[in-house]
């Protein structure tokens, strides 16, 4: 059988089975949005602020180009940082209240390079079952023996601890705010464990950082835990409406993964124009516009959850933007996500691998920048077809 045979024989399957995938092509990522030449309302971006199309984004990065030019061409420890690597580094570093930080080309990137350098052969690694999968193919790349314990059981967690010993390191890692669902992390239990198990304790806040606590400093803020956790990754590309991500963490820490993390030790370092829009967000999310925006934003959330209720469904409580709506079957949820985009809205059908069996769902997402008539208009569509294919 020649290889083209069998991979065309795998991908029939994919597609039996109703979890096939298309890349869609749109004209931005704002609250509205071109698709196949109509104009649809935006329902599945994680554009939170609305800072992707900020006009102090765009002229920070066009002003990079201009002075830096396009490209920084290489690894920085082939070629060296641009004073834009530091000064972001630094800028995250005081956002965060860490000693340091560490840039990389993604949060896939972070996540992989930070786990895989961190943890080896002989260690262990403590990780929540809904983790997002940067964080467990990071653990599987490592080597270390990989325990998942159930979404938010700590008690759980507590008692494999304390089964599960080592010579070498232990690492716990949790997403602060789980992307397909929206609810949080229970980081004070947290952080007890690490520091009563002797653990290192790793947060992914790429769905926190700039849309929540005071300055949008994000989850472990919010929660009063910043000081108990060792490693605090997070990205700039979703509310902070730039690229790439970064750790925020110790001296020691940063150090080690300068020498150890493959993704930043063999990749071209992001460019000028990005670290710049990244800069200028990171001061825009601790402005007062920012705190206005996050206002905006908290506003946009609770009308949102509390129409869809008056709807029929039933709403988890959460102040992130993140809402599900659970369907269950994977061709029924695209079915529904189909009829809406008839509607001119787009929310996005998501099934596994992203979810666990059973779980499809259609995951809205809510940004500063919607319009209460939007919101309004969204919920209405999204119960009437509800209703028309019996979920409701």
Not at 19 to 27: E, Y
Not at 48 to 54: N, S, V
Not at 250 to 260: A, E, Q, V
Request: some cysteine; hydrophobic content about 40%; aromatic content about 4%.
């Amino acid at each position: 059988m020649s290889p083209q045979t069998i991979i065309t024989e795998r991908l029939n399957k994919v597609r039996q089975q109703g979890l096939a995938r298309t890349i869609r092509t749109v004209s931005g990522t704002g609250p509205h949005t071109v698709f196949d030449d109509q104009q649809v309302l935006l329902l599945c971006s994680n554009n939170y602020l609305g800072l992707a199309e900020h006009p102090a984004l765009k002229e920070a990065a066009i002003k990079a180009v201009q002075q830096s030019g396009n490209s920084s061409s290489a690894s920085r420890l082939v070629s060296g940082s641009l004073p834009l690597h530091d000064q972001l580094e630094e800028a995250v570093a005081s956002w965060k209240g860490t000693e340091a930080a560490l840039i990389f080309n993604s949060g896939y990137a972070a996540n992989t390079g930070i786990i895989s350098a961190l943890a080896g052969k002989g260690d262990l690694i403590f990780s929540d079952r809904l983790n997002h999968a940067s964080i467990i193919d990071g653990a599987m790349f490592s080597g270390a023996k990989l325990i998942r314990y159930p979404h938010n059981d700590t008690n759980t967690l507590a008692q494999l601890l304390a089964k599960h010993e080592t010579n070498g390191l232990r690492l716990i890692v949790t997403d602060t705010v789980f992307s397909m669902d929206g609810d949080l992390a229970k980081l004070q239990q947290l952080t007890r464990l690490a520091k009563e198990h002797n653990t290192l304790l790793m947060v992914d806040d790429a769905h926190g950082s700039g849309i929540l606590a005071e300055e949008g400093r994000g989850c472990c803020h919010l929660l009063g835990e910043q000081g108990g956790v060792h490693l605090l990754m997070g990205t700039f590309g979703k509310a902070l409406g730039s690229f790439g991500a970064y750790l925020a963490t110790s001296h020691l820490i940063r150090d080690y993964l300068i020498n150890r993390a493959r993704p930043l030790i063999f990749s071209t370092s992001l460019p000028p124009s990005v670290l710049a829009a990244s800069m200028a967000a990171i001061k825009l999310v601790r402005s007062d516009e920012g705190a206005q925006l996050r206002h905006k934003l908290t506003d946009n959330i609770s009308f949102f959850r509390n129409s869809l209720s008056d709807q029929g469904f039933s709403i988890p409580h959460s102040p992130t933007p993140i809402i599900p709506l659970i369907i269950g079957d994977p061709e029924l949820t695209m079915s529904f996500s189909a009829q809406l985009l008839e509607q001119k809205i787009w929310v996005q059908g998501i099934r596994p691998p992203t979810v666990p069996a059973g779980t499809s769902r259609l995951r809205c997402t809510v940004m500063a920048s919607h319009s209460k008539t939007d919101l309004q208009t969204a919920a209405v569509t999204i119960g009437n077809i509800g209703r028309k294919l019996g979920i409701i």
